[in-house]
């Protein structure tokens, strides 16, 4: 029975391999042979028997069936897995899970959980990246109208905005590996975090198993990994699910009927916008992304309601995590490959950019034409009021801005009409968008 859209609709394999079950249990098992190897390390068992507990860690010995059914009269995930183990090592498996507690066993696997979801959002950003820089160095001269408020404001290049959206995922991609080693840590201390099931070597044991494992130590910790690092870990894949949301949201807008400057790529051979409507061409990649979105960042509240829990631990976090983590990574996976493909296969109409720049009749360029008389020795608020008065009159009369400045009389002293025709050019109005566009590439390529 399949249930969860993560089944079967959404999520790659790669991602969902991560949280499978049996991985899971490989994971544990690990962290079991790693415990036994530090003991005898120490002397606190022979090398004999770590040798054999290590041999029997394994998925080829220990099998999820066979979990499963213990763990119907333990009613203890951890526990069932121990004796699981244990069946399989003879004499030597009266040292299996020596000193430790299930959350010693659950954390640290949680840290190795995190340790690979976070490779492979890495991997994801930095192809999404690419994909984005390069639309930007395709379209560094690209001119385009800039929207605020969702009406006509001044130009810009569709490269520089793409410029923008590739430094954004490069924040994204350095916060992560800043959080990395403070998200990536695993503990082995006990119930309460003294160490004292574990002997005099307590803190020699956890260092060896962090360093096998390949993760940070919990340096102080009660029973539990501070939750804080998931808070820092579901806040990071959210932060990164909002950027996605906003790029989508925009190309969704740019591919508006009645705007059409960009859109999704479509298979006209086999594609189908809609089962009515024969014409239709959605952007549904990216509707995707902004309805998985909504449903990422849902999962903050309960990864913070999880920090609050009794004295050194309850089991109020258990349940929630195990939804959480695994959605939450699997679904910013499925969003960053989405947004990859949407930017690598975008289709962009350059003619259709110049078309909407025509349609505001030059108003765009009325900032423009404000500087040039701030130029000649006009006031800059004697030329805000200039321009503000010819482009309303402009507007109102569905008129080109450029004709009511020649037939204006303070206008036509100032300024020769070949003067204004090159103020009224839009590409001679994008400041530094070329160089903006040139120096993300020489930043991040």
């Not at 003619?351 to 720049?357: V, Y």
Request: include cysteine; charged fraction near 25%; glycine fraction near 6%.
């Amino acid at each position: 029975m399949q249930v969860c859209p993560l089944d079967f609709r959404y999520g790659r394999e790669t991602m969902k391999i991560v949280f499978d079950e049996e991985r899971r249990l490989q994971h544990m098992l690990d962290v079991e042979a790693a415990l036994a190897a530090a003991h005898a390390k120490v002397g606190n068992i022979s090398q004999e028997d770590a040798r054999i507990i290590s041999e029997k860690a394994s998925t080829d010995f220990v099998k999820l069936d066979r979990v499963w059914e213990i763990e119907k009269s333990t009613n203890h995930d951890i526990m069932a897995m121990v004796k699981a183990l244990t069946e399989q090592c003879g004499p030597s498996g009266d040292f299996v899970h020596l000193g430790a507690t299930s959350n010693d066993i659950v954390d640290t696997v949680m840290a190795m959980q995190f340790k690979n979801a976070l490779a492979i959002i890495e991997d994801d950003l930095i192809l999404l990246q690419n994909a984005i820089l390069d639309l930007a160095e395709k379209h560094r001269d690209t001119v385009m109208v800039g929207r605020t408020h969702g009406q006509f404001a001044v130009p810009l290049t569709f490269g520089m905005k793409m410029a923008v959206y590739a430094r954004e995922i490069q924040r994204h991609i350095e916060r992560l590996r800043e959080a990395r080693p403070r998200i990536c840590v695993g503990k082995m201390s006990g119930a309460v975090g003294t160490g004292a099931a574990l002997g005099k070597h307590a803190s020699e044991l956890q260092i060896e198993i962090m360093a096998k494992l390949g993760l940070g130590i919990e340096e102080a910790s009660l029973q539990l990994v501070g939750r804080d690092r998931y808070v820092e870990f579901v806040s990071l894949l959210a932060n990164i699910s909002s950027s996605l949301e906003k790029f989508a949201v925009e190309i969704r807008n740019l591919q508006r009927s009645e705007i059409g400057e960009v859109a999704e790529a479509f298979d006209a051979e086999k594609q189908v916008g809609s089962s009515t409507m024969a014409h239709k061409r959605n952007p549904i990649k990216c509707e995707n992304v902004c309805s998985l979105s909504k449903i990422v960042r849902g999962f903050i509240i309960p990864t913070h309601e999880n920090v609050p829990l009794w004295h050194e631990r309850d089991l109020t976090n258990s349940a929630a995590e195990r939804f959480i983590i695994p959605h939450v990574s699997i679904l910013v996976d499925d969003m960053l490959v989405k947004m990859s493909r949407v930017f690598a296969g975008l289709v962009v109409y350059p003619e259709k950019m110049l078309a909407n720049i025509e349609a505001s009749r030059g108003l765009i360029m009325a900032e423009s034409v404000m500087m040039a008389l701030v130029g000649k020795g006009i006031g800059r608020q004697e030329a805000h009021e200039m321009m503000r008065k010819l482009s309303l009159k402009a507007a109102d009369a569905g008129a080109h801005l450029r004709n009511q400045m020649l037939a204006d009389e303070a206008i036509s002293q100032i300024f020769t009409p070949d003067e204004i025709d090159a103020i009224m050019d839009p590409k001679s109005y994008v400041g530094q968008a070329a160089a903006i566009v040139e120096n993300t590439l020489k930043d991040l390529r």
